[in-house]
C-alpha cells in the first residue's frame, strides 16, 4: 500500500486526501475528529452537516452513514451544496491503510457506484482524467470517493483551509 501512496504524491502530486463541511463545524472536528453521519447521530453531536438532506438520505439509504467521505481533489464537484462557509480540511493519505477503508470512482451513494478496497485505488480511480485540463472529463473523475469507517482521528488531519 506505500508503494500506491508513493505513486499517487509521485504522479499526480496528491499530497492529502480533502473532506469538505461548514466553518462552524471546526470546533467539534477538532475535539471528535471527523464523525460518520451515523456516528454523530449515535453520538447526539451537532454539527451544521456539510451535505445537503437528500445527500444525507441517499447515504443512509445505501448504508454509506457510517462513512467518513474523502476527495482525492480540493474542487470536488459535490462541494457546491455549501456556500460562503466552505472550509477543507486536509487529511492525511495514511488514512489509506486504515482496515474498512472503500473507495468509488464516482459519487458513492449513486445508484449501482461500486465499492472497492482502498488497495484497488490506482485500478479504479482514473487520475489520468481526474487531473485532465478537459472540463467535463475532469469533472466526472474529481466525484470519486474515499470511504472511511466511523471516524477519522484527529491525528490525521493536518490543516484546515478556507
Known amino acids: 500500500m506505500q508503494t500506491i501512496v508513493n505513486a499517487m504524491i509521485k504522479r499526480y502530486g496528491i499530497t492529502c ?4 463541511t461548514d466553518k462552524n463545524n471546526i470546533s467539534s472536528i477538532r475535539r471528535y475528529g471527523l ?25 443512509e439509504h445505501h448504508g ?3 462513512y467518513v467521505h474523502l476527495s482525492f481533489v ?10 460562503k462557509d466552505l472550509i477543507w480540511i486536509c487529511v492525511s493519505l495514511s ?3 486504515l482496515p474498512g477503508v472503500m473507495i468509488s470512482s464516482e459519487v458513492a451513494n449513486k445508484n449501482h ?6 488497495s484497488k485505488v490506482l485500478e479504479v480511480i482514473d487520475f489520468d482524467s481526474m487531473f485532465n485540463e ?16 466511523d471516524r477519522i482521528d484527529p ?3 493536518h490543516f484546515i483551509k478556507g
Do not use: T
Request: charged fraction near 25%; proline fraction near 4%.
Open 17 to 20: 486526501l480533502w473532506h469538505f
Open 35 to 59: 464523525l460518520s453521519l451515523a456516528k454523530l447521530c449515535a453520538s447526539s453531536i451537532w454539527v451544521n452537516y456539510g451535505a445537503n438532506d437528500l445527500s444525507h438520505r441517499l447515504d
Open 64 to 66: 454509506l452513514d457510517r
Open 74 to 83: 480540493q474542487d470536488h464537484p459535490m462541494s457546491f451544496v455549501i456556500d
Open 95 to 97: 488514512v489509506l491503510f
Open 113 to 118: 457506484a461500486k465499492l472497492w478496497p482502498a
Open 134 to 149: 478537459d472540463f467535463d472529463r475532469a469533472k466526472e473523475a474529481k466525484k470519486a470517493e474515499i470511504l472511511v469507517p
Open 155 to 157: 491525528r490525521y488531519l
